[in-house]
T-cell receptor, first 114, second 109 residues
Framework: DTAVSQTPKYLVTQMGNDKSIKCEQN?????MYWYKQDSKKFLKIMFSYNNKELIINETVPNRFSPKSPDKAHLNLHINSLELGDSAVYFC?????????????FGPGTRLTVL | GQNIDQPTEMTATEGAIVQINCTYQTSGFNGLFWYQQHAGEAPTFLSYNVLDGLEEKGRFSSFLSRSKGYSYLLLKELQMKDSASYLCAVLTGANNLFFGTGTRLTVIP
């Protein structure tokens, strides 16, 4: 019954590796998002997808690439991981596009880069 | 750039009322959100204001003044479980959502 789920919950990896975080929502929402929350708890939007189309792409490094195989999934792939990528990554979804209305967040993925 | 300011930390007593302020300067405005986030958990939606005035929802109320670039979240009859971070977020004119750094509220007995 989980509305927005993410896997894995914890991810520990070495610098330079490539990793993916998966996100799925079963709410039938049109838009999904990825956020990064750093050690100071500052939450910053990275990407959003509406009907498989990227509609927000904040100034994040191109090492980060969102991939949406269908409306219910938005995965985050990260190449050549760096120490500064260590953070908690939240996936979210909303019924309406572009941030209007309530966003439902997943439980978060804590990424630690060593 | 976008600028959203909130106090970093607040402490209040169980049963009391607390007001968490948020001021913003953004490129356009399409609404303001308040989210609650307990330590180690995901943010959860509390309120959305797009027009001036007060929106009440149980023990929580949110106020907006667009002309002043100001909002507050009012929590009444504080409970210990209200200890959390409260995030103010503004939807800009370009429909991008920007979060403040959050206010960590500690409720004491």
């Amino acid at each position: 019954d989980t509305a927005v789920s993410q896997t894995p919950k914890y991810l520990v990896t070495q610098m330079g590796n490539d990793k993916s975080i998966k996100c799925e929502q079963n709410l039938g929402h049109d838009t999904m998002y990825w956020y990064k929350q750093d050690s100071k708890k500052f939450l910053k939007i990275m990407f959003s997808y509406n009907n498989k189309e990227l509609i927000i792409n904040e100034t994040v490094p191109n090492r980060f690439s969102p991939k949406s195989p269908d409306k219910a999934h938005l995965n985050l792939h990260i190449n050549s991981l760096e120490l500064g990528d260590s953070a908690v990554y939240f996936c979210a979804s909303s019924q309406v596009p572009k941030g209007w209305g309530e966003q439902f967040f997943g439980p978060g993925t804590r990424l630690t880069v060593l | 750039g976008q600028n959203i300011d909130q106090p970093t930390e607040m402490t209040a007593t169980e049963g009391a009322i607390v007001q968490i302020n948020c001021t913003y300067q953004t490129s356009g405005f399409n609404g303001l959100f308040w989210y609650q986030q307990h330590a180690g958990e995901a943010p959860t939606f509390l309120s959305y204001n797009v027009l001036d005035g007060l929106e009440e929802k149980g023990r929580f109320s949110s106020f907006l003044s667009r002309s002043k670039g100001y909002s507050y979240l009012l929590l009444k009859e504080l409970q210990m479980k209200d200890s959390a971070s409260y995030l103010c977020a503004v939807l800009t004119g370009a429909n991008n959502l920007f979060f403040g750094t959050g206010t960590r509220l500690t409720v004491i007995p």
